[in-house]
Protein backbone atom coordinates (compact mmCIF):
# COMPACT_ATOMS: atom_id res chain seq x y z
CA UNK A 1 0.00 0.00 0.00
CA UNK A 2 2.59 2.76 1.18
CA UNK A 3 5.00 1.78 -1.28
CA UNK A 4 2.99 3.14 -4.64
CA UNK A 5 2.53 6.23 -3.23
CA UNK A 6 4.54 9.71 -2.49
CA UNK A 7 4.46 11.18 0.66
CA UNK A 8 2.62 14.13 -0.70
CA UNK A 9 -0.52 11.25 -2.03
CA UNK A 10 -0.54 10.19 1.42
CA UNK A 11 -0.57 13.56 2.87
CA UNK A 12 -3.51 14.40 0.65
CA UNK A 13 -4.57 10.99 1.56
CA UNK A 14 -4.58 11.70 5.12
CA UNK A 15 -6.21 15.04 5.13
CA UNK A 16 -9.30 13.80 2.97
CA UNK A 17 -9.63 10.86 5.66
CA UNK A 18 -10.59 13.29 8.21
CA UNK A 19 -13.87 15.36 7.05
CA UNK A 20 -15.45 18.26 9.20
CA UNK A 21 -18.68 17.32 10.59
CA UNK A 22 -21.68 19.86 9.85
CA UNK A 23 -24.76 18.86 11.86
CA UNK A 24 -28.03 21.15 10.32
CA UNK A 25 -28.95 24.60 11.61
CA UNK A 26 -31.98 22.95 13.31
CA UNK A 27 -30.00 20.51 15.08
CA UNK A 28 -27.89 23.14 16.69
CA UNK A 29 -30.26 25.08 17.44
CA UNK A 30 -32.04 22.58 19.55
CA UNK A 31 -29.03 20.45 20.38
CA UNK A 32 -30.91 17.23 19.82
CA UNK A 33 -28.74 14.40 18.67
CA UNK A 34 -27.55 13.58 15.74
CA UNK A 35 -26.32 10.85 13.55
CA UNK A 36 -23.01 10.46 11.99
CA UNK A 37 -20.30 8.39 10.19
CA UNK A 38 -16.79 8.04 11.67
CA UNK A 39 -13.51 7.46 10.32
CA UNK A 40 -14.20 4.03 10.32
CA UNK A 41 -17.40 4.18 8.86
CA UNK A 42 -19.44 3.37 12.20
CA UNK A 43 -22.59 5.25 12.92
CA UNK A 44 -22.39 7.47 16.19
CA UNK A 45 -24.93 8.68 18.25
CA UNK A 46 -24.45 12.34 20.23
CA UNK A 47 -25.23 15.43 20.59
CA UNK A 48 -23.59 18.54 18.78
CA UNK A 49 -21.61 18.71 21.59
CA UNK A 50 -20.13 15.58 21.26
CA UNK A 51 -19.75 16.72 17.27
CA UNK A 52 -17.80 20.09 18.34
CA UNK A 53 -15.54 17.74 20.13
CA UNK A 54 -15.09 15.40 17.31
CA UNK A 55 -14.12 18.56 15.23
CA UNK A 56 -11.75 19.67 17.91
CA UNK A 57 -10.26 16.32 17.91
CA UNK A 58 -9.83 15.91 14.28
CA UNK A 59 -7.99 19.19 14.15
CA UNK A 60 -5.52 18.04 16.57
CA UNK A 61 -5.30 14.65 14.35
CA UNK A 62 -4.50 16.82 11.16
CA UNK A 63 -2.08 18.64 13.69
CA UNK A 64 -0.38 15.64 14.64
CA UNK A 65 -0.12 14.34 11.08
CA UNK A 66 1.91 17.10 10.40
CA UNK A 67 4.14 16.66 12.97
CA UNK A 68 4.78 13.04 11.72
CA UNK A 69 5.64 14.38 8.13
CA UNK A 70 7.95 16.42 9.13
CA UNK A 71 9.71 13.91 11.38
CA UNK A 72 9.57 11.84 8.45
CA UNK A 73 10.85 14.48 6.17
CA UNK A 74 14.11 15.79 8.44
CA UNK A 75 14.61 11.58 10.09
CA UNK A 76 13.64 9.26 7.84
CA UNK A 77 10.53 7.45 6.76
CA UNK A 78 11.10 4.79 9.71
CA UNK A 79 12.91 7.09 11.78
CA UNK A 80 10.18 5.31 14.62
CA UNK A 81 12.38 1.99 14.25
CA UNK A 82 15.23 3.42 16.38
CA UNK A 83 16.08 1.52 19.75
CA UNK A 84 13.28 2.30 22.02
CA UNK A 85 12.65 2.53 25.63
CA UNK A 86 9.09 2.71 27.69
CA UNK A 87 11.04 4.56 30.84
CA UNK A 88 12.95 7.49 32.05
CA UNK A 89 14.68 4.61 34.12
CA UNK A 90 14.97 2.56 30.97
CA UNK A 91 16.70 5.62 29.34
CA UNK A 92 19.07 6.08 31.93
CA UNK A 93 20.22 2.15 32.20
CA UNK A 94 20.45 2.40 28.00
CA UNK A 95 22.07 5.44 27.58
CA UNK A 96 25.10 4.13 27.63
CA UNK A 97 24.84 1.67 24.94
CA UNK A 98 22.34 4.28 22.69
CA UNK A 99 23.63 6.84 21.01
CA UNK A 100 21.84 10.40 21.86
CA UNK A 101 20.36 10.62 18.84
CA UNK A 102 17.92 7.42 19.52
CA UNK A 103 17.82 7.90 23.09
CA UNK A 104 15.75 11.40 21.72
CA UNK A 105 13.84 9.55 19.02
CA UNK A 106 12.41 6.70 21.81
CA UNK A 107 11.54 10.17 23.82
CA UNK A 108 10.16 12.02 21.47
CA UNK A 109 8.28 8.54 19.87
CA UNK A 110 6.38 7.55 23.34
CA UNK A 111 4.82 11.31 23.53
CA UNK A 112 4.25 11.75 19.89
CA UNK A 113 2.35 7.78 20.44
CA UNK A 114 0.09 9.22 23.39
CA UNK A 115 -0.78 12.18 21.11
CA UNK A 116 -2.25 9.64 18.30
CA UNK A 117 -0.93 8.22 15.10
CA UNK A 118 -2.41 9.77 12.14
CA UNK A 119 -4.73 7.49 10.72
CA UNK A 120 -3.01 7.09 7.16
CA UNK A 121 0.42 6.44 8.84
CA UNK A 122 -1.42 4.05 12.01
CA UNK A 123 -0.97 0.40 9.83
CA UNK A 124 2.76 0.75 9.05
CA UNK A 125 3.40 2.28 12.44
CA UNK A 126 1.07 -0.75 14.28
CA UNK A 127 2.68 -2.85 11.64
CA UNK A 128 6.40 -2.75 12.92
CA UNK A 129 6.44 -1.15 16.20
CA UNK A 130 4.03 -4.04 17.49
CA UNK A 131 6.74 -7.01 16.46
CA UNK A 132 3.70 -7.63 13.80
CA UNK A 133 6.41 -7.01 11.07
CA UNK A 134 9.51 -9.39 13.23
CA UNK A 135 7.07 -11.92 13.55
CA UNK A 136 5.66 -12.38 10.11
CA UNK A 137 9.06 -12.35 8.97
CA UNK A 138 10.34 -15.76 10.79
CA UNK A 139 8.13 -17.88 8.18
CA UNK A 140 7.79 -17.91 4.79
CA UNK A 141 5.95 -15.35 2.90
CA UNK A 142 2.84 -17.92 1.72
CA UNK A 143 1.94 -19.20 5.56
CA UNK A 144 -0.92 -17.01 5.81
CA UNK A 145 -2.50 -18.37 1.95
CA UNK A 146 -1.24 -21.80 2.60
CA UNK A 147 -2.98 -21.67 6.52
CA UNK A 148 -6.08 -20.14 4.77
CA UNK A 149 -6.38 -22.90 2.00
CA UNK A 150 -5.03 -25.34 4.45
CA UNK A 151 -8.11 -25.27 6.76
CA UNK A 152 -10.41 -24.44 4.08
CA UNK A 153 -13.96 -26.35 5.01
CA UNK A 154 -12.42 -27.62 8.01
CA UNK A 155 -15.25 -27.68 11.10
CA UNK A 156 -14.37 -27.40 14.55
CA UNK A 157 -16.25 -26.19 17.74
CA UNK A 158 -13.96 -22.94 17.21
CA UNK A 159 -15.55 -22.81 13.59
CA UNK A 160 -18.69 -23.32 14.56
CA UNK A 161 -18.74 -20.59 17.40
CA UNK A 162 -16.82 -18.16 14.82
CA UNK A 163 -20.00 -18.55 12.63
CA UNK A 164 -22.18 -17.76 14.74
CA UNK A 165 -20.83 -14.35 16.20
CA UNK A 166 -19.82 -13.04 12.56
CA UNK A 167 -23.69 -11.37 11.57
CA UNK A 168 -23.28 -10.22 15.45
CA UNK A 169 -19.79 -8.41 14.97
CA UNK A 170 -20.61 -4.93 14.66
CA UNK A 171 -24.20 -5.20 13.27
CA UNK A 172 -24.95 -2.14 10.68
CA UNK A 173 -21.46 -1.64 9.44
CA UNK A 174 -21.13 -0.69 6.03
CA UNK A 175 -18.44 -3.18 4.96
CA UNK A 176 -18.45 -5.54 7.79
CA UNK A 177 -21.63 -6.56 8.24
CA UNK A 178 -21.59 -7.92 4.43
CA UNK A 179 -20.56 -11.11 2.71
CA UNK A 180 -17.16 -9.84 1.67
CA UNK A 181 -16.58 -8.59 5.29
CA UNK A 182 -17.89 -11.72 7.22
CA UNK A 183 -15.49 -13.91 5.08
CA UNK A 184 -12.62 -12.06 5.76
CA UNK A 185 -13.15 -11.80 9.35
CA UNK A 186 -13.82 -15.43 9.40
CA UNK A 187 -10.74 -16.19 7.03
CA UNK A 188 -8.76 -14.16 9.90
CA UNK A 189 -10.23 -15.62 12.93
CA UNK A 190 -10.37 -19.30 11.59
CA UNK A 191 -6.84 -18.96 10.49
CA UNK A 192 -5.85 -18.06 14.47
CA UNK A 193 -7.88 -20.91 15.64
CA UNK A 194 -6.00 -23.46 14.12
CA UNK A 195 -2.26 -21.04 14.31
CA UNK A 196 -2.98 -21.42 18.46
CA UNK A 197 -5.36 -24.84 19.26
CA UNK A 198 -4.46 -23.27 23.01
CA UNK A 199 -7.14 -20.13 22.26
CA UNK A 200 -8.95 -21.57 19.43
CA UNK A 201 -11.66 -18.99 19.48
CA UNK A 202 -12.99 -16.95 22.68
CA UNK A 203 -15.89 -14.90 21.90
CA UNK A 204 -14.50 -10.81 21.83
CA UNK A 205 -11.76 -12.14 19.24
CA UNK A 206 -14.43 -11.03 16.63
CA UNK A 207 -14.53 -7.41 17.60
CA UNK A 208 -10.88 -7.07 18.52
CA UNK A 209 -10.17 -8.52 15.02
CA UNK A 210 -12.86 -6.75 12.68
CA UNK A 211 -11.17 -2.96 14.13
CA UNK A 212 -7.90 -4.91 12.94
CA UNK A 213 -9.51 -5.61 9.61
CA UNK A 214 -10.46 -2.08 9.31
CA UNK A 215 -7.11 -0.43 10.03
CA UNK A 216 -4.51 -2.81 8.57
CA UNK A 217 -6.66 -2.97 4.99
CA UNK A 218 -5.47 -6.33 4.01
CA UNK A 219 -6.59 -9.65 6.16
CA UNK A 220 -2.89 -10.96 6.03
CA UNK A 221 -1.61 -7.78 7.66
CA UNK A 222 -5.09 -8.26 10.36
CA UNK A 223 -3.92 -11.93 11.34
CA UNK A 224 -0.22 -10.54 11.89
CA UNK A 225 -1.37 -7.89 14.26
CA UNK A 226 -3.94 -10.20 15.80
CA UNK A 227 -1.37 -12.86 16.31
CA UNK A 228 1.52 -10.52 18.28
CA UNK A 229 -1.28 -9.07 19.93
CA UNK A 230 -2.63 -12.79 21.63
CA UNK A 231 1.44 -13.96 21.77
CA UNK A 232 3.01 -11.13 22.69
CA UNK A 233 1.08 -8.04 23.67
CA UNK A 234 -1.26 -9.33 25.92
CA UNK A 235 -0.97 -11.86 29.09
CA UNK A 236 -0.85 -15.57 28.43
CA UNK A 237 -4.62 -17.28 28.68
CA UNK A 238 -6.81 -14.46 28.55
CA UNK A 239 -8.36 -15.98 25.88
CA UNK A 240 -8.41 -19.71 26.03
CA UNK A 241 -10.94 -22.17 27.35
CA UNK A 242 -11.16 -21.12 31.15
CA UNK A 243 -10.43 -17.20 30.76
CA UNK A 244 -7.53 -17.19 33.53
CA UNK A 245 -6.32 -14.80 32.21
CA UNK A 246 -8.56 -12.53 32.01
CA UNK A 247 -9.84 -13.68 35.36
CA UNK A 248 -6.02 -12.70 36.91
CA UNK A 249 -6.72 -9.49 35.13
CA UNK A 250 -10.31 -8.68 37.08
CA UNK A 251 -8.67 -9.42 40.21
CA UNK A 252 -5.42 -6.92 39.72
CA UNK A 253 -7.44 -4.46 38.11
CA UNK A 254 -9.70 -4.66 41.55
CA UNK A 255 -6.24 -3.98 43.54
CA UNK A 256 -5.20 -1.54 41.38
CA UNK A 257 -8.57 0.61 42.23
CA UNK A 258 -8.29 0.26 45.31
CA UNK A 259 -4.52 1.39 45.46
CA UNK A 260 -5.28 4.12 42.58
CA UNK A 261 -9.01 5.19 43.94
CA UNK A 262 -9.79 4.34 47.20
CA UNK A 263 -12.82 6.28 47.61
CA UNK A 264 -14.43 4.65 44.58
CA UNK A 265 -13.04 1.18 45.67
CA UNK A 266 -14.47 1.37 49.14
CA UNK A 267 -17.72 3.04 47.88
CA UNK A 268 -18.12 0.06 45.17
CA UNK A 269 -17.55 -2.34 48.10
CA UNK A 270 -20.14 -0.93 50.02
CA UNK A 271 -22.47 -1.35 47.25
CA UNK A 272 -21.34 -4.74 46.36
CA UNK A 273 -20.32 -4.09 43.25
CA UNK A 274 -18.07 -6.50 41.14
CA UNK A 275 -15.95 -4.73 38.99
CA UNK A 276 -16.24 -7.83 36.50
CA UNK A 277 -19.35 -6.75 34.94
CA UNK A 278 -17.97 -3.80 33.18
CA UNK A 279 -14.57 -4.65 33.25
CA UNK A 280 -14.88 -7.97 31.80
CA UNK A 281 -15.63 -6.89 28.63
CA UNK A 282 -13.12 -3.80 28.55
CA UNK A 283 -10.32 -6.78 28.80
CA UNK A 284 -11.35 -9.19 26.24
CA UNK A 285 -12.68 -6.58 23.61
CA UNK A 286 -10.03 -4.33 24.51
CA UNK A 287 -12.58 -1.54 24.62
CA UNK A 288 -13.48 -1.95 21.17
CA UNK A 289 -17.19 -2.88 21.88
CA UNK A 290 -17.38 0.12 24.55
CA UNK A 291 -15.61 3.29 23.58
CA UNK A 292 -16.19 4.88 20.32
CA UNK A 293 -13.59 3.47 17.59
CA UNK A 294 -11.56 6.52 17.06
CA UNK A 295 -11.22 7.07 20.77
CA UNK A 296 -10.54 2.64 21.08
CA UNK A 297 -7.61 3.58 18.18
CA UNK A 298 -5.84 5.88 20.50
CA UNK A 299 -5.51 3.70 22.91
CA UNK A 300 -4.72 0.92 20.94
CA UNK A 301 -1.71 3.12 19.42
CA UNK A 302 -0.68 3.00 23.14
CA UNK A 303 -0.91 -0.58 23.76
CA UNK A 304 0.86 -1.95 20.86
CA UNK A 305 3.76 0.50 21.65
CA UNK A 306 3.91 0.41 25.53
CA UNK A 307 2.15 -2.80 26.36
CA UNK A 308 -0.69 -4.24 28.63
CA UNK A 309 -0.39 -2.11 31.24
CA UNK A 310 -2.15 0.34 29.54
CA UNK A 311 -5.47 -1.16 29.37
CA UNK A 312 -5.15 -0.66 33.51
CA UNK A 313 -4.62 2.89 32.83
CA UNK A 314 -7.38 3.32 30.81
CA UNK A 315 -10.27 0.99 33.26
CA UNK A 316 -9.06 3.07 35.78
CA UNK A 317 -9.09 6.67 34.34
CA UNK A 318 -12.58 5.62 33.11
CA UNK A 319 -13.74 5.33 37.19
CA UNK A 320 -11.41 8.19 37.93
CA UNK A 321 -13.24 10.57 35.37
CA UNK A 322 -16.83 10.15 36.82
CA UNK A 323 -15.54 9.78 40.65
CA UNK A 324 -17.77 12.06 42.17
CA UNK A 325 -21.24 11.18 40.36
CA UNK A 326 -19.80 7.57 41.03
CA UNK A 327 -20.17 7.92 45.09
CA UNK A 328 -23.77 9.35 44.57
CA UNK A 329 -24.88 6.22 43.64
CA UNK A 330 -26.64 3.77 45.70
CA UNK A 331 -27.49 0.66 43.20
CA UNK A 332 -25.02 -1.16 41.45
CA UNK A 333 -27.52 -0.49 38.08
CA UNK A 334 -26.89 3.30 38.68
CA UNK A 335 -22.87 2.31 38.25
CA UNK A 336 -23.25 0.26 35.24
CA UNK A 337 -25.45 3.07 34.14
CA UNK A 338 -23.07 5.71 34.54
CA UNK A 339 -19.98 4.12 33.79
CA UNK A 340 -21.51 2.63 29.99
CA UNK A 341 -23.28 6.18 29.26
CA UNK A 342 -19.25 7.24 29.80
CA UNK A 343 -18.35 5.06 27.40
CA UNK A 344 -20.70 5.53 24.66
CA UNK A 345 -19.54 9.11 24.67
CA UNK A 346 -16.17 9.31 25.75
CA UNK A 347 -15.16 11.33 22.59
CA UNK A 348 -12.11 12.98 23.07
CA UNK A 349 -9.19 10.53 23.49
CA UNK A 350 -6.54 13.36 24.71
CA UNK A 351 -8.91 13.82 28.04
CA UNK A 352 -9.39 10.11 28.58
CA UNK A 353 -5.64 9.52 28.29
CA UNK A 354 -4.58 12.52 30.24
CA UNK A 355 -6.53 11.07 33.01
CA UNK A 356 -4.92 7.75 32.12
CA UNK A 357 -1.26 8.55 32.30
CA UNK A 358 -1.40 12.11 34.26
CA UNK A 359 -3.90 11.62 36.96
CA UNK A 360 -3.61 8.06 37.85
CA UNK A 361 0.21 7.58 37.44
CA UNK A 362 2.90 5.62 37.26
CA UNK A 363 2.55 1.75 37.20
CA UNK A 364 5.01 -0.19 35.50
CA UNK A 365 5.04 -3.34 33.74
CA UNK A 366 6.95 -5.02 36.22
CA UNK A 367 4.43 -4.43 39.19
CA UNK A 368 1.74 -5.32 37.22
CA UNK A 369 3.44 -8.64 36.52
CA UNK A 370 4.01 -8.92 40.32
CA UNK A 371 0.28 -8.46 40.93
CA UNK A 372 -0.55 -10.73 38.18
CA UNK A 373 1.80 -13.83 39.98
CA UNK A 374 0.37 -13.05 43.67
CA UNK A 375 -3.24 -13.63 42.22
CA UNK A 376 -3.12 -16.53 39.78
CA UNK A 377 -2.63 -19.26 42.47
CA UNK A 378 -6.38 -18.00 43.82
CA UNK A 379 -7.87 -17.80 40.68
CA UNK A 380 -6.20 -21.40 39.45
CA UNK A 381 -7.87 -22.61 42.89
CA UNK A 382 -11.24 -20.53 42.28
CA UNK A 383 -11.36 -22.42 38.35
CA UNK A 384 -10.41 -26.15 40.03
CA UNK A 385 -13.20 -25.58 42.39
CA UNK A 386 -15.77 -24.60 39.94
CA UNK A 387 -14.92 -27.42 37.40
CA UNK A 388 -15.32 -29.53 40.07
CA UNK A 389 -18.69 -28.57 40.89
CA UNK A 390 -19.66 -28.71 37.53
CA UNK A 391 -18.49 -32.03 37.25
CA UNK A 392 -20.29 -33.61 40.21
CA UNK A 393 -23.16 -32.02 38.95
CA UNK A 394 -22.84 -33.72 35.83
CA UNK A 395 -22.81 -37.17 38.06
CA UNK A 396 -25.50 -36.47 40.02
CA UNK A 397 -27.31 -36.32 36.12
CA UNK A 398 -26.42 -39.27 34.87
CA UNK A 399 -27.34 -40.86 38.62
CA UNK A 400 -30.27 -39.60 38.32
CA UNK A 401 -30.76 -41.20 34.40
CA UNK A 402 -30.01 -44.37 35.79
Known amino acids: MYGTLSKRDLALEFQSQIPILR ?5 R ?5 VKFQDLYGFT ?3 NVDDVNVLNEIREKVREQ ?3 WWALEASKGANWYLEPRISSISEGIALKSSLKLSALANAITLKRLIRKGIPPVLRPKVWFSLSGAAKKKSTVPDSYYNDLTKAVEGKVTPATKQIDQDLPRTFPGHPWLDTPEGHATLRRVLVGYS ?4 DVGYCQGLNYVAALLLLVMKTEEDAFWMLSVLLENVLVNDCYTTNLSGCHVEQRVFKDLLAKKCPRIAAHLEELEFDVSLVCTEWFLCLFSKSLPSETTLRVWDVLFFEGAKVLFHVALA ?3 MKEEELLLTHQVGDVINIIQRTTHHLFDPDELLTVAFDKIGSMTTTTISKQRKKQEPAVMAELDQRLRRLNSLKMDDKMTLM
Do not use: L
Open 318 to 320: IFK
Open 194 to 197: FRDS
Open 29 to 33: RANIT
Open 65 to 67: GRV
Open 23 to 27: PSIHA
Open 44 to 46: VEG
